[in-house]
Structure formats: C-alpha cells, structure tokens
C-alpha cells in the first residue's frame, strides 16, 4: 500500500523511530520535532498515519485538535511512550503506562504504543527489540488498513452522492441537489449582499410530443434541451431538472432585470433552431419561462422565492406560452408564436392548441430520480 507517515518528536525519538519504521516496510516518512511545525504539515499533506512521541509537549493537544476536524479525522494517531525501565521498576509503573494509555485515546489517539528501550551495544546505544518492532509494525499496518477502508468508504459515498444528486436522463442536477443548493446559495447571498435570481422553465406542449411520438421520443427531446440549456448559461449559474419537463436555473450574483434577459434568451434559444431527434424528426419546441428574484423577506430555504418563479411560469403559460413573465411589474416579454411546429420528413403535424394547464402534468417517459 503506498502510505504516508509523519512521526513527530524529539531528535532522539526520530533518529530512533526514522530508521525503525524504514527497515520494517516502505513509506513515505515525513518528520517534525515540534506539534506547531506537524500541524501545518498534516493540513497540507493528510498524512495516513501520525506517530507521535508521547514525552513531547502539547503532544496529546495536536490529537485531539486532528481529531475535532473532520476533514482530518481520518488519520490515524499512534502515541509511543518511549521508556527505559529496569526489570524490577516495571510491575510498580504498569498502573502509571495504563493511565498514560487512556489518557492518549481520550485525546483522540487510536493506538497507544509503550516501548522499553534497551542497550543494543557495547556503548550503551539504545535501542528497541525485535519483538517491539514487529508489534509496531502490526500496529502501522493495522491503522494503514483502517484509513484505507476509509478512503474506500469516502469514495464510495461521493460516488453514491453523485448519483442520487443527479437526474439519469438529462444529467443535470435533480430536484434534490437543488432542494440542497437553494439555501445554501441564500445564504451566501444575503452574507454577501448579494442579488440572487430563479428562472423556472416548463416545456410547451410536451404531451402532445409524447402523444403524437411517444416518450422515448419525449425523452431524448428532453436530454437535448438540457444540453441546449447546459451549454448556454453562465459558468456560474446552475440548472438543474425540477421535475418532468420543468426546469429550474439558479442566477447567482443576479438581479430581477438580467434574470428577465437570460430567461429571454434561453427561450429564443431553445425556439430557435430545431432539435434534430433522428434523422428524419426535427422538433421545433418552445418554452415558458418565470422569473424571481430574492426579497429581504423571503424564507431562508427558498420556498417563497420559488413559489413566485412558478407562479410566473404558469402565468406565462396561460397567456400564451412561448414567454417571459417576471415579477418586475407583471412584465410581459412576448417572444411570438406559442404553436410548436413538428417536422417529419415531409409531414407537418400541427396539434391542437391545448387549453392553459393541459400540458401542466408531467408526461416524461423517464420520471425524475
């Protein structure tokens, strides 16, 4: 496993523990003799594993100030109580290593090591055993398994986040993420002073899409006007699928009057050039567009303020489809006509006009994750 280790102590707990740890397997070893100096190391590295020497000062203070942030949790602490104790004093100091022991994994250490050094020459040189090396082996692998699993574990729910934040079939962020992401961009806003926009967007006709070529045809209509939506907003701004055929976009740094003109355009956009399906169905669709912007007195998850995009997007809807209705003195941005044309090789399909609300209901083939 290619891992990280930083071992914090005094110089002659590194000269000792540096060459202990490289003889015992191959890691990438980081040292500092200060707990001031390691902190700023683990904030810029994430080391997987910390061994700290338990004699030094403020040494259980740098774990628990890892431990009480959660992006650095994760790492993996061992304290090692470096001791030179004769034979007969060990009984007598076994209380006071177990005391040590709590005191360590209270502070949020994960694994306390106590290690007797012995003369390993005829200099008096001192050193560890081999039996305490190969226990402090089992204790780096051992905690080097623990963030691996970790690590599994984050990349596994970023994955699964991934996954239940974004709509299969359009690709863009759901109704959930945006549920999430509203009141978090509020409350930037506000901290900010900031102007923050919604543009709701609803398909016009999109039943008689489905109902005249059914929902797979539906479907792949509506990947395309995400695409078309995607590609043509700010990289700051954000749609997402709201539901069925609606859409929401969330403006941020954005006030009620460039909220009006970026709903005008992605209304001309979408109108103006049709979406080519297959080879032989090019659609030419149109949509309906509410615009809000956010008011001191809006509730901070967003409801009011999207309460009253939607209710704009339906007024557009009802005075004829194809525009813009804003909260800006009820304006009115007609963008012509409402009628979708449908083109089949030769064949021109002309539905019905349907009646204000017809089309309101969702008729997707592929319902919102």
Not at 207 to 222: R, S
Not at 241 to 251: A, D, H, K, N, S
Request: charged fraction near 20%.
């Amino acid at each position: 496993m290619d891992a990280s280790i930083l071992i914090v102590g005094s110089s002659g707990f590194l000269a000792l523990f540096l060459e202990t740890i490289q003889s015992l397997t191959q890691f990438t070893l980081e040292a500092a003799s200060e707990p001031r100096d390691a902190i700023s190391i683990v904030q810029a590295q994430q080391p997987d594993l910390l061994i700290l020497e338990a004699a030094l000062p403020e040494c259980l203070d740098l774990c628990h100030q890892i431990k009480s942030q959660s992006q650095l949790a994760w790492i993996y602490c061992i304290v090692v109580d470096e001791q030179a104790l004769p034979v007969d004093q060990q009984a007598a100091l076994r209380q006071q290593l177990a005391e040590a022991e709590a005191n360590a994994l209270t502070s949020g250490a994960d694994a306390y090591f106590a290690v007797n050094s012995v003369a390993v020459d005829p200099t008096g040189t001192t050193g560890v055993t081999e039996a305490q090396k190969l226990l402090l082996k089992a204790k780096i692998q051992a905690g080097l398994r623990q963030v691996q699993t970790h690590r599994e574990l984050m990349r596994t729910n970023d994955i699964l986040s991934a996954i239940a934040l974004t709509d299969p079939l359009t690709e863009l962020n759901n109704r959930r993420a945006f549920e999430w992401e509203l009141p978090r961009q509020i409350q930037n806003a506000r901290i900010r002073e900031m102007p923050i926009s919604l543009i709701m967007l609803d398909v016009d006709y999109f039943k008689d899409i489905n109902d005249t070529y059914g929902h797979l045809v539906g479907d792949n209509a509506l990947k395309l006007i995400a695409a078309r939506l995607r590609h043509n907003l700010r990289f700051y701004d954000t749609p997402f699928r709201y539901g069925g055929e609606e859409f929401v976009v969330i403006l941020s740094d954005t006030d009620g009057h460039e909220a009006v003109a970026i709903a005008q355009r992605l209304c001309r956009l979408i109108s103006s050039q049709p979406f080519a399906i297959r080879a032989s169905l090019d659609l030419t669709i149109t949509i309906s567009a509410g615009s809000a912007t956010l008011l001191p007195s809006d509730d901070a998850r967003g409801t009011s303020l999207l309460n009253r995009a939607d209710q704009n997007m339906l007024r557009a809807k009802a005075l004829g489809r194809n525009q813009v209705i804003s909260s800006l003195e009820d304006e009115n941005l007609d963008l012509g006509p409402s009628q979708p044309d449908f083109t089949e090789e030769d064949e021109t399909v002309n539905p019905e006009s349907s009646q204000p609300g017809d089309d309101g209901e969702s008729e997707s083939g592929e319902s919102e994750a």
